[in-house]
Every structure is written in structure tokens, then in C-alpha cells.
């Protein structure tokens, strides 16, 4: 079935730690996001790439990077974790860059940082 | 930048009943509008969106929204709410018409019980 997969599904983290959260898609699309979840706020997003090879910063980058090597990998590295970074991390993709084009998302990984 | 408003953070209905999902957005046009649905342990998927044209938009599992620009408002509703419609909400609002897709804002979402 054609989507977006995440890995790891979970994960308990040590702070001051390196981690990178996976993203493939297979659907060919251009743009790819990265958003965190968090109770009471919603879908913050934290990076995007609007084409491979091109990363872009979203309403909340600080602690994170990006990288869009190829169409169908999107990871997001935090470099050194803190525990404010403890949420839901949802993977998303869309066909177009353009505005209003549906995202796609992936099942998510959740991520706790102690 | 534009910004989306749930004022509901948890509604409970009864199977059969009627459900109204309320969102209020703030943005200075008339923006790209979305619902999204969330089942627990899952990701998002969208259920309808918004463009232009007809203000009510039919979406998926029977649901639809009315897109009312003088309230700036995109309600959700749904006539009779099945057991299955468990699950949490999000309105979110797009970008501007030639911007690209990275500024789409979510609403926190309502959470959705439904009574047997």
C-alpha cells in the first residue's frame, strides 16, 4: 500500500542524546513536512522541503535539521535532545508545493525525552 | 499569519445524534480551509477541504462543512454520528493562492467521544 512510513514508532531518548527520526514515502511527491504534536497546541510545523534537495524552516525549527537527499527520504535529526522535545512526530508529504495541496501523513513516532 | 481557533477541546455525543465541529480562522483573504480526522494511534486524513465556489463541501464518511466568510467560520457537521467517528478533529488553514504549502496552521483539535 502506497504511504508514508515512519520508524521508529517510539522511542525513549536520554537527554543531551543524537537522534533521527525516519521518513519514506513512496508516492513521488515533491513537498515533505515535518510537524511535532502536542496537547493543546495542534500541529506545529518544524521543517519542510518543497523539492529534493531543498529544506525549508517551519514555526518551530530550533533543535532540529533536515535533510532531503533524494524524492522519498525526508529524516529529522535532533542533535541534542532536550525534554521539551518530548511529542508526537508526524511525517507528511504532499504532491505540490503549492498552497492548498493536500499532506498525506504518516503514522507518527513518538518520542520522549528524558 | 493566519491562525485557527477549536473552541471545543472535547465534545461527547450520542450515536445517532448530530454533530456540529466548530472553527474559526483568522487570515486576511479567504484562505484554503481543511478538516482533518485523527483515530487514535494514527496519523491525520483529511475528510474535505475548501477552495473556492460552494461553501458547503462535501467530504468523506459522510461529513461536510459550510465555509462562512462573514463569521470566519468552517464548521463541521455531520447528520448521525456512527461509533466510528471516535476520534479527534483538526481544522487547519492554507496558505494564500500562489504561496506554497508550508504555512498551513492547525487548529489544537476536538476531541470526539461518541455514547453508545
Known amino acids: 500500500i502506497a504511504g508514508i512510513t515512519q520508524a521508529p514508532t517510539s522511542q525513549i531518548l536520554a537527554a543531551g542524546r543524537r537522534m533521527t527520526l525516519r521518513c519514506t514515502q513512496d508516492?513521488?511527491?515533491?513537498?515533505m513536512y515535518w510537524y511535532r504534536q502536542d496537547l493543546g497546541l495542534g500541529l506545529r510545523l518544524i521543517h519542510y522541503?518543497?523539492?529534493?534537495?531543498?529544506?525549508g524552516k517551519g514555526e518551530v525549527p530550533d533543535g532540529y535539521s533536515v535533510s532531503r537527499a533524494n524524492t522519498d527520504d525526508f529524516p529529522l535529526t535532533l542533535a541534542s535532545a532536550v525534554p521539551s522535545q518530548t511529542s508526537v512526530y508526524f511525517c507528511?508529504?504532499?504532491?505540490?508545493?503549492?498552497?492548498?495541496?493536500?499532506?498525506?501523513f504518516g503514522p507518527g513516532t513518538r518520542l520522549t525525552v528524558l | 499569519a493566519q491562525s485557527v481557533t477549536q473552541p471545543d477541546i472535547h465534545i461527547t455525543v450520542s450515536e445517532g445524534a448530530s454533530l456540529e465541529l466548530r472553527c474559526n480562522y483568522s487570515?486576511?483573504?479567504?484562505?484554503?480551509l481543511f478538516w482533518y480526522v485523527q483515530s487514535p494511534g494514527q496519523g491525520l486524513q483529511l475528510l474535505l477541504k475548501?477552495?473556492?465556489?460552494?461553501?458547503l463541501v462535501q467530504g468523506i464518511k459522510g461529513f461536510e462543512a459550510e465555509f462562512k466568510r462573514s463569521q470566519s467560520s468552517f464548521n463541521l457537521r455531520k447528520p448521525s454520528v456512527h461509533w466510528s467517528d471516535a476520534a479527534e478533529y483538526f481544522c487547519?488553514?492554507?496558505?494564500?493562492?500562489?504561496?506554497?504549502?508550508?504555512?498551513?496552521?492547525f487548529g489544537a483539535g476536538t476531541r470526539l467521544t461518541v455514547k453508545p
Open positions: 507528511a508529504s504532499s504532491d505540490s508545493d503549492g498552497a492548498g495541496s493536500e499532506q498525506f
Open positions: 508516492m513521488r511527491h515533491n513537498a
Open positions: 522541503s518543497n523539492t529534493a534537495g531543498t529544506t
Open positions: 487570515y486576511g483573504a479567504t484562505p484554503y
Open positions: 475548501y477552495f473556492s465556489g460552494d461553501t
Open positions: 487547519a488553514v492554507g496558505a494564500l493562492r500562489g504561496r506554497n504549502n508550508n504555512d498551513m496552521r
